[in-house]
């Protein structure tokens, strides 16, 4: 089964606190893996991540993937209430048309 | 800016109601995606479309049927509403080639099935 899985489902920091989230993929024909950041609507863009090693970087938020062990992070530094949301993360495998399929998401909260 | 917009952001129906959710982009992207929403079980894809009248299923398709007669617009079709289809439904559309392409998410339409 291709499943996504994402870790913690929740989290709760401190304004400036730097923050790690997982993501793990249990399939083989990957091509690309995908982090979005949603709030109270649509989910927005953040990384598209095919290659491992790379990191891609914007701002406070990076990720990098590793395609041997099957997973991703995505580091947000310094973190801000703005950063509040729930992080999804998707993948897309080769052949499946522009399919993703998404984890459940981490639910992030930044206190004052 | 990829523009995906959807016709309610909120919908209340009666149970075995017929119910058509819109969904129409701006960017002539080729592929565009149903999916919903539910906490706990995150985006699960309900049916997508790679071009004009063509579509295919995804992982929860039960329930739903879809119709994609101009390149711009892919509805969602719930023939007969049911309490278990209360959710958020969003749609997504995205490019295709040789690359891998994000897809673009509109608002979301909340919908409530009683």
């Known amino acids: 089964e291709d499943k996504v899985v994402q870790s913690p489902l929740s989290l709760v920091v401190h304004e400036g606190d730097t923050v790690t989230l997982n993501c793990s993929y249990e399939v083989t024909n990957f091509r690309s893996l995908l982090w979005y950041k949603q709030e109270k609507k649509a989910p927005t863009f953040l990384f598209m991540l095919t290659s491992s090693g790379i990191e891609k970087k914007s701002g406070r938020l990076s990720s990098i993937l590793d395609k041997k062990e099957l997973f991703s992070i995505l580091n947000i530094t310094a973190t801000q209430t703005g950063d509040s949301a729930v992080y999804l993360c998707a993948r897309r495998i080769t052949g499946g048309g522009n399919k993703l399929t998404f984890g459940t998401g981490t639910q992030l909260k930044v206190e004052l | 800016d990829v523009k995906v917009t959807q016709s309610s952001r909120y919908l209340v129906k009666r149970t075995g109601e017929k119910v058509f959710l819109e969904c129409v982009q701006d960017m002539d992207h080729e592929n565009m995606f149903w999916y919903r929403q539910d906490p706990g079980l995150g985006l699960r894809l309900i049916y997508f479309s790679y071009d004009v009248k063509m579509k295919e299923k995804g992982d929860i398709p039960e329930g739903y049927s879809v119709s994609r007669e101009k390149k711009e617009r892919f509805s969602l079709i719930l023939e007969s509403a049911s309490t278990n289809q209360t959710s958020m439904y969003l749609c997504?559309?995205?490019?295709?080639?040789?690359?891998?392409?994000?897809?673009?998410f509109g608002p979301g339409t909340r919908l409530t099935v009683t």
């Open positions: 997504a559309s995205s490019a295709t080639g040789t690359g891998s392409y994000e897809q673009y």
